[in-house]
């Protein structure tokens, strides 16, 4: 499959897409497939109106121009893991193109995708559930156990990177508890959303319902209360535990929640007792720095409306926390303090993605530093900015700040075209202040006077932008969700209250 989209070389493989990007590049003009250039691994780390608040708010709204974009991106998206994940064990790589060892937590996005489809007409019910049903039964009968080769990992839980055609662990990476819990959020989803009387959903819903069963969260908790970040059999437990404001929030609520396994309350004291509130351009929130961080739990809860302890004594839920996480890095790109080419309202959002190099390059007569991957971010808790974006930064806050987001996506597309937008949808990441093409990046390429590109999708940073676009317009995944007896037992076990968790099934 070719690197770059064309409406010519892809009308006979999927009309349904074809006649999205011609009305997309109708309404874009001349600039619908944007200029080519003419415009000024290390492995990666271990639904919505415009007013804030914890408010219900609607499918977000925008001109033609960003609707049919929206669609669009939503639609090339998923199709990255329709087709890219492996045909036998049904797991999704961690990056494409580029030949790499598949991801645990890539793999939670790409079950979530599936419904998603399924709803948009993009595949139908059958082929989703049965792909779904064969991933699900990979994952419970691939081999667990304490050896360091040929396991796909330990207690129920899962390594962060796996051999893509067996499944087994990828050298000597860890086994992660959190990439774990995002793989099991999506078993989890799927496993609410295909509730038919066929053999298939039946069979997937018992496999979801056993990998869930069998993660033994105790064990992944070398130092109760809190949750370990993982264990190797090399040096066994790590000595990292997960507190604080960031993306294992999903991991404590599924291990409070479990049926079998189910850490004890103090758990989520322990992880809120870190907790950093502070002010970053105008805006007070908990901090984190990566959007990232803001993105990823809630892919699979609504926190609109339900607090916990830590929330009511804030004022706010998590929700609009997410909201002002994403304006304050909005507000940031605008001032630019740094002076990086492009950054404002066409181009924002900071999160952990591909980079150029290690190294430094000079931009508007100074050094700066640049990196490969990178946490990249801003936030009050600290500023990790060398001029890369990532699209996904913004395209998963669209729940947030549609306002913001649509915008932006629109201006991404017209101002850098197939240079940063491809088969799948938005590629990882760019740089328009990198120019040195003295030098090889890592990833991607420079293109001459306009920057560096990457020239791969990063599976956890496509799942977030699939997921997120179907909660602003539908609420799919949130509302599915919310009919799973383990999350909300985790909710309600980490003190959560109010909103559609008092409601019965939050319908």
Known sequence: ???????????????????????????????????????????????????PGSAARSSPGG???EQALLSELQERTFRFFWETTDPTTGLAPDRWPTRSFASVAATGFALTSYPIGVEHGWVNRAEAAARTRDTLRFLWNAPQG?????????????????????????????????????????????????????????ELRSLADSLYARADWNWASPRPPALGHGWDPE???????????????????????????????????????????????GETYLGFAPMF??????????????????????????????????????????????????????????TACDGPVEGT???????????????????????NDDGTVAPTAAAASIAFVPELVMPALVAMREDFGENLYGDYGFLDALNPSYRDTTRAPQHGRVVPDVGWFDTDYLGIDQGPIVAMIENARSGLVWRTMKRNAGLREGLRRAGFAGGWLDEGNGE
């Open 63 to 65: 001109t033609a121009v």
């Open 361 to 383: 390059f000079d931009w508007n007569g100074r050094p700066h530093d640049v990196h490969t991957y990178w946490a990249r971010g801003a936030c009050f808790t600290g500023v």
């Open 146 to 202: 304490p050896e360091p080769e040929g396991t796909i990992g330990y207690h129920g839980l899962f390594y962060h990177f796996l051999e893509p055609e067996t499944g087994v662990r990828f050298r000597d990476v860890e086994l992660s508890t959190v990439d774990t819990a995002l793989l099991l959020a999506g078993a989890l989803f799927t496993r609410e959303y295909f509730d038919g009387e066929t053999a298939t959903e039946a």
């Open 235 to 281: 040096s066994g437990h790590l000595p990292y535990d997960w507190r604080g404001y960031n993306e294992a929030m999903i991991l404590y609520l599924l291990a409070l929640g479990s049926p079998t396994h189910a850490v004890p309350t103090e758990a989520w004291d322990e992880w809120s007792s870190r907790y950093r509130t502070g002010e970053f351009q």
């Open 293 to 350: 961080g803001h993105q990823y739990s809630h892919a699979f809860v609504d926190f609109r409306g339900i607090e916990d302890r830590a929330a009511r004594e804030l004022g706010f839920d998590y929700f609009e926390n997410s909201v002002r996480a994403a304006r304050a890095q909005h507000a940031y790109a605008v001032e630019n303090p740094r002076g990086f080419a492009g950054y404002g309202d066409r181009l924002w959002g900071l």
């Open 1 to 51: 499959m070719p690197a770059v989209w064309t409406v010519a070389n892809n009308t006979a493989m999927n009309p349904t897409r074809t006649r999205t990007v011609v009305a997309l590049a109708f309404l874009l003009g001349s600039t619908a497939c944007g200029p080519s250039g003419s415009r000024d691994s290390q492995p990666p780390r271990d639904a919505a109106a415009t007013s």
